[in-house]
C-alpha cells in the first residue's frame, strides 16, 4: 500500500514522484519501461522561449529539472539576450543519455520512492475516489492518491506515410486501455497528435555549409543552487542550415504521401501549432522562400545529429529525397525516419487548478495527458501535481500559483479556463505580467513557497534572505552615492559617446538612463555587490515604471481572484445570460470572478449579469 502512485515515468512522473517522496510520503513510480525514465524522444533540449523560465520556477519551487539539466548539458545560451529582460530565456541542448541517467540517479536514492515496471489497465475507484490502480496482470496496488503521467502513450499510434502502427514512441507497447477507462468513468478524451524529425549521422554532414552556433562565452545555470560544472570551451556546438525551393518542391509534390495530407484518412489528432511539421510549415507559409533547421547534437556518446525543424511523417524514401535537398546534408545518411504519433488525452477543463481531475477524487493528472507540449510543461505540471497531492493527503490546501506569481501558473490557469485544439506550448505572449515574471527573479517569486510546502530546506532558505538583504542593501547604496564628476569620469563618458552629466548624480539616477549600465558604472565606482544583485538592481530601476504599472494590474487581478463563486451555483438559473457564456460557465465552473473573465466566450455583459446574481443571491459585492 502507498500513500501516492505515479503512473508514467516522463518528465511529468520523475518532478511528481520526487516532490511527493521527498515530502516523505511513501511513493510508487510506475511506468511501462524501466530504461525509458526521463526519456527525451524528441530533441534532447531544456528550455527556450518561456520553457526557460519555467524549468527556473521548477528548480525555485525545489523540484529537479533544472539541477539534472545544469549537470548534462552540451551547451547552453541565453536566447534573446540583446532584448529585454522579459523575454529573455536560457535554452541548454541536453545530453540524450546522461540526462535520463543522473534523473535516475536521483530518484534511486530517495528513502520514499519505488520504482517498478509495469502497464496500468484500470483505476481502483470507491464512490468516485481513486483508490489504487490495477496492472495489466491483474494486479491491484492501494493507495491514497493516484497521479496520472502517461504522456504520448496512451493509444498511441506511429504514423509514416500510409502506415499506422500502434506502438510508443520508441516502438514500445502503448497503454491501450487505460484511456476507454478513463472515459467510462466520465473523462471527455480527445485525440493530438505531435510529430519528431530524422537523426543523421554526424560523420556524413558537410558542417562547412552550414552555420555555426555555439553555446554562450559567459556560464549559465539553471538552478539557483548549482555553482557552473561544465567549461565554456568544451561545450558541443549546433549549427544552422536552412530549406530551399528544391525542398519545398519536394514536398509539394509528395504531399499526398504525408499522413497528415491524405495517405491517411482516419487522423483525429490535431497537431501543435506552434512546433508544425516541415509538411505544414510549406502549407501554411507558402510566401517564405526558407525555413530554418538547426543540427543539434543528442550525446557526448554517440553520434546522432537531430535536425531540429524537419519533423514530418512522409514516407522513408521521400525523406531520403527532402534531406539531401539541404545544404550540408546532401550525402547525409538519416539513421532515424521521422514520424508523427497520434495519441489519446483528457480535455483539460475537466482540472481544478490543483491538477486534481473534477471528475474522480484525488485522481491528479500532469503532462502530455492533459494536452499539453513539450518537457518543461509536463515537469512543472508534474510537479504542482505531486505537491497538491501530498498537501491533500496532510490536509492541508493546494499550492494554487497565480498569473502573476509564476509561468505555471499561467499555464495551468489556461488550461483549466480556456481549455485547448492543439498541443499547448507556452509562450511569453501567453503572460499578461511577463515582465514580473521574469527568468532572473524566479527564485524571489517562488522560493518561499517552496519553503512552506517542504521542497527548500532552512540552507536554501537562508541564501534567499541574504540575497533579499543584499537587493535591498544595494539599492539603498545606489540611492544614497553620488558619482563626482573627476575630469577621468568625464572622458570615460566621451569615449563612450554618452552624455556627460551637468552635476554629480546618484547612482540611482545614472542608471535609468537608457544607454548606462551597470557594466559601465563599475568602470568608473566599484560597486562592492556580486553580479546578480546588481542585475537585480538595474533591471528594477531601469523598468521601475513598467514594473509598478504590472504590479497595480495583478492587484486589479487578485482583487477579481478573491471574489469567489459558490460551488454549487446552478447557473442555468440565471437570467439573460448568454447561451455560449452559460455553458462554458458550467463546463469549466470557475471558482472565481476573475476565472471566470478568462474563459473563451464569457464577455463582459455576462460577467456583470453574474455578478448582480451573486450579490443578490449569495450577498457577494460586484
Same mark, same amino acid.
Given at each position: 500500500?502507498?500513500?501516492?502512485?505515479?503512473?508514467?515515468?516522463?518528465?511529468?512522473?520523475?518532478?511528481?514522484?520526487?516532490?511527493?517522496?521527498?515530502?516523505?510520503?511513501?511513493?510508487?513510480?510506475?511506468?511501462?519501461?524501466?530504461?525509458?525514465?526521463?526519456?527525451?524522444?524528441?530533441?534532447?533540449?531544456?528550455?527556450?522561449?518561456?520553457?526557460?523560465?519555467?524549468?527556473?520556477?521548477?528548480?525555485?519551487?525545489?523540484?529537479?529539472?533544472?539541477?539534472?539539466?545544469?549537470?548534462?548539458?552540451?551547451?547552453?545560451?541565453?536566447?534573446?539576450?540583446?532584448?529585454?529582460?522579459?523575454?529573455?530565456?536560457?535554452?541548454?541542448?541536453?545530453?540524450?543519455?546522461?540526462?535520463?541517467?543522473?534523473?535516475?540517479?536521483?530518484?534511486?536514492?530517495?528513502?520514499?520512492?519505488?520504482?517498478?515496471?509495469?502497464?496500468?489497465?484500470?483505476?481502483?475507484?470507491?464512490?468516485?475516489?481513486?483508490?489504487?490502480?490495477?496492472?495489466?496482470?491483474?494486479?491491484?496496488?492501494?493507495?491514497?492518491?493516484?497521479?496520472?503521467?502517461?504522456?504520448?502513450?496512451?493509444?498511441?499510434?506511429?504514423?509514416?506515410?500510409?502506415?499506422?502502427?500502434?506502438?510508443?514512441?520508441?516502438?514500445?507497447?502503448?497503454?491501450?486501455?487505460?484511456?476507454?477507462?478513463?472515459?467510462?468513468?466520465?473523462?471527455?478524451?480527445?485525440?493530438?497528435?505531435?510529430?519528431?524529425?530524422?537523426?543523421?549521422?554526424?560523420?556524413?554532414?558537410?558542417?562547412?555549409?552550414?552555420?555555426?552556433?555555439?553555446?554562450?562565452?559567459?556560464?549559465?545555470?539553471?538552478?539557483?543552487?548549482?555553482?557552473?560544472?561544465?567549461?565554456?570551451?568544451?561545450?558541443?556546438?549546433?549549427?544552422?542550415?536552412?530549406?530551399?525551393?528544391?525542398?519545398?518542391?519536394?514536398?509539394?509534390?509528395?504531399?499526398?504521401?504525408?499522413?497528415?495530407?491524405?495517405?491517411?484518412?482516419?487522423?483525429?489528432?490535431?497537431?501543435?501549432?506552434?512546433?508544425?511539421?516541415?509538411?505544414?510549415?510549406?502549407?501554411?507559409?507558402?510566401?517564405?522562400?526558407?525555413?530554418?533547421?538547426?543540427?543539434?547534437?543528442?550525446?557526448?556518446?554517440?553520434?546522432?545529429?537531430?535536425?531540429?525543424?524537419?519533423?514530418?511523417?512522409?514516407?522513408?524514401?521521400?525523406?531520403?529525397?527532402?534531406?539531401?535537398?539541404?545544404?550540408?546534408?546532401?550525402?547525409?545518411?538519416?539513421?532515424?525516419?521521422?514520424?508523427?504519433?497520434?495519441?489519446?488525452? *483528457?480535455?483539460?477543463?475537466?482540472?481544478?487548478?490543483?491538477?486534481?481531475?473534477?471528475?474522480?477524487?484525488?485522481?491528479?493528472?500532469?503532462?502530455?495527458?492533459?494536452?499539453?507540449?513539450?518537457?518543461?510543461?509536463?515537469?512543472?505540471?508534474?510537479?504542482?501535481?505531486?505537491?497538491?497531492?501530498?498537501?491533500?493527503?496532510?490536509?492541508?490546501?493546494?499550492?494554487?500559483?497565480?498569473?502573476?506569481?509564476?509561468?505555471?501558473?499561467?499555464?495551468?490557469?489556461?488550461?483549466?479556463?480556456?481549455?485547448?485544439?492543439?498541443?499547448?506550448?507556452?509562450?511569453?505572449?501567453?503572460?499578461?505580467?511577463?515582465?514580473?515574471?521574469?527568468?532572473?527573479?524566479?527564485?524571489?517569486?517562488?522560493?518561499?513557497?517552496?519553503?512552506?510546502?517542504?521542497?527548500?530546506?532552512?540552507?536554501?532558505?537562508?541564501?534567499?534572505?541574504?540575497?533579499?538583504?543584499?537587493?535591498?542593501?544595494?539599492?539603498?547604496?545606489?540611492?544614497?552615492?553620488?558619482?563626482?564628476?573627476?575630469?577621468?569620469?568625464?572622458?570615460?563618458?566621451?569615449?563612450?559617446?554618452?552624455?556627460?552629466?551637468?552635476?554629480?548624480?546618484?547612482?540611482?539616477?545614472?542608471?535609468?538612463?537608457?544607454?548606462?549600465?551597470?557594466?559601465?558604472?563599475?568602470?568608473?565606482?566599484?560597486?562592492?555587490?556580486?553580479?546578480?544583485?546588481?542585475?537585480?538592481?538595474?533591471?528594477?530601476?531601469?523598468?521601475?515604471?513598467?514594473?509598478?504599472?504590472?504590479?497595480?494590474?495583478?492587484?486589479?487581478?487578485?482583487?477579481?481572484?478573491?471574489?469567489?463563486?459558490?460551488?454549487?451555483?446552478?447557473?442555468?438559473?440565471?437570467?439573460?445570460?448568454?447561451?455560449?457564456?452559460?455553458?462554458?460557465?458550467?463546463?469549466?465552473?470557475?471558482?472565481? *470572478?476573475?476565472?471566470?473573465?478568462?474563459?473563451?466566450?464569457?464577455?463582459?455583459?455576462?460577467?456583470?449579469?453574474?455578478?448582480?446574481?451573486?450579490?443578490?443571491?449569495?450577498?457577494?459585492?460586484?
Amino acid at each position: 500500500m502507498y500513500e501516492i502512485i505515479v503512473v508514467g515515468g516522463g518528465h511529468a512522473g520523475c518532478e511528481a514522484a520526487y516532490a511527493s517522496a521527498t515530502k516523505k510520503h511513501k511513493t510508487l513510480l510506475i511506468t511501462s519501461n524501466l530504461k525509458n525514465i526521463a526519456d527525451m524522444p524528441c530533441n534532447p533540449h531544456i528550455g527556450g522561449s518561456a520553457k526557460g523560465i519555467v524549468v527556473r520556477e521548477i528548480d525555485a519551487l525545489g523540484g529537479i529539472m533544472g539541477k539534472v539539466a545544469d549537470k548534462t548539458h552540451l551547451q547552453i545560451k541565453m536566447l534573446n539576450s540583446a532584448k529585454g529582460p522579459a523575454v529573455q530565456s536560457l535554452r541548454a541542448q541536453g545530453d540524450k543519455i546522461a540526462y535520463p541517467k543522473e534523473m535516475l540517479n536521483i530518484l534511486n536514492n530517495l528513502e520514499y520512492l519505488d520504482i517498478k515496471e509495469g502497464m496500468v489497465e484500470d483505476l481502483i475507484i470507491e464512490n468516485n475516489t481513486v483508490k489504487g490502480i490495477i496492472l495489466e496482470d491483474g494486479t491491484k496496488i492501494i493507495s491514497q492518491a493516484v497521479i496520472l503521467t502517461t504522456g504520448t502513450y496512451l493509444k498511441a499510434d506511429i504514423l509514416v506515410g500510409n502506415t499506422r502502427t500502434r506502438k510508443g514512441p520508441h516502438g514500445e507497447k502503448p497503454s491501450n486501455y487505460l484511456s476507454d477507462k478513463l472515459k467510462e468513468y466520465g473523462f471527455n478524451i480527445i485525440r493530438l497528435k505531435t510529430g519528431t524529425p530524422q537523426r543523421i549521422d554526424r560523420k556524413t554532414i558537410d558542417f562547412s555549409k552550414t552555420k555555426l552556433e555555439p553555446g554562450d562565452n559567459v556560464y549559465h545555470t539553471f538552478s539557483f543552487d548549482l555553482e557552473p560544472s561544465y567549461k565554456i570551451e568544451d561545450q558541443e556546438p549546433c549549427y544552422l542550415t536552412y530549406t530551399n525551393e528544391k525542398t519545398h518542391q519536394i514536398i509539394r509534390d509528395n504531399l499526398n504521401k504525408s499522413s497528415m495530407y491524405g495517405a491517411l484518412d482516419d487522423i483525429k489528432g490535431i497537431g501543435p501549432r506552434y512546433c508544425p511539421s516541415i509538411e505544414d510549415k510549406v502549407v501554411r507559409f507558402s510566401n517564405k522562400e526558407r525555413h530554418q533547421l538547426f543540427l543539434e547534437p543528442e550525446s557526448r556518446y554517440y553520434d546522432d545529429i537531430y535536425l531540429q525543424g524537419f519533423s514530418t511523417s512522409m514516407p522513408p524514401e521521400i525523406q531520403e529525397q527532402m534531406v539531401h535537398s539541404l545544404p550540408g546534408l546532401e550525402n547525409a545518411k538519416i539513421l532515424k525516419y521521422g514520424y508523427a504519433i497520434e495519441y489519446d488525452a *483528457i480535455y483539460p477543463t475537466q482540472l481544478n487548478a490543483s491538477l486534481e481531475t473534477k471528475v474522480i477524487t484525488n485522481l491528479y493528472t500532469a503532462g502530455q495527458i492533459n494536452g499539453t507540449s513539450g518537457y518543461e510543461e509536463a515537469a512543472c505540471q508534474g510537479l504542482m501535481a505531486g505537491i497538491n497531492a501530498s498537501l491533500k493527503i496532510e490536509g492541508k490546501d493546494p499550492l494554487i500559483l497565480k498569473r502573476s506569481d509564476a509561468y505555471i501558473g499561467v499555464l495551468i490557469d489556461d488550461l483549466i479556463t480556456k481549455g485547448i485544439r492543439d498541443p499547448y506550448r507556452l509562450l511569453t505572449s501567453r503572460a499578461e505580467f511577463r515582465l514580473l515574471l521574469r527568468s532572473d527573479n524566479a527564485d524571489l517569486r517562488l522560493r518561499e513557497y517552496g519553503y512552506e510546502v517542504g521542497l527548500i530546506n532552512e540552507e536554501q532558505i537562508t541564501k534567499l534572505h541574504e540575497k533579499q538583504k543584499l537587493i535591498s542593501s544595494l539599492l539603498d547604496y545606489m540611492s544614497n552615492t553620488k558619482l563626482k564628476l573627476t575630469p577621468e569620469i568625464k572622458k570615460e563618458f566621451e569615449l563612450n559617446n554618452y552624455q556627460i552629466p551637468t552635476a554629480s548624480l546618484s547612482l540611482e539616477q545614472l542608471i535609468k538612463r537608457p544607454e548606462i549600465t551597470m557594466s559601465f558604472l563599475n568602470k568608473l565606482i566599484e560597486i562592492p555587490y556580486p553580479l546578480d544583485i546588481q542585475e537585480q538592481i538595474e533591471i528594477n530601476l531601469k523598468y521601475e515604471g513598467y514594473i509598478n504599472k504590472a504590479y497595480k494590474e495583478a492587484e486589479k487581478m487578485l482583487k477579481l481572484e478573491k471574489k469567489e463563486i459558490p460551488k454549487d451555483i446552478d447557473y442555468d438559473k440565471i437570467k439573460n445570460i448568454a447561451s455560449e457564456a452559460r455553458q462554458k460557465l458550467k463546463e469549466v465552473r470557475p471558482t472565481t *470572478i476573475a476565472q471566470a473573465i478568462r474563459i473563451s466566450g464569457v464577455n463582459p455583459a455576462d460577467i456583470s449579469i453574474l455578478s448582480i446574481y451573486l450579490k443578490k443571491e449569495y450577498g457577494k459585492d460586484e
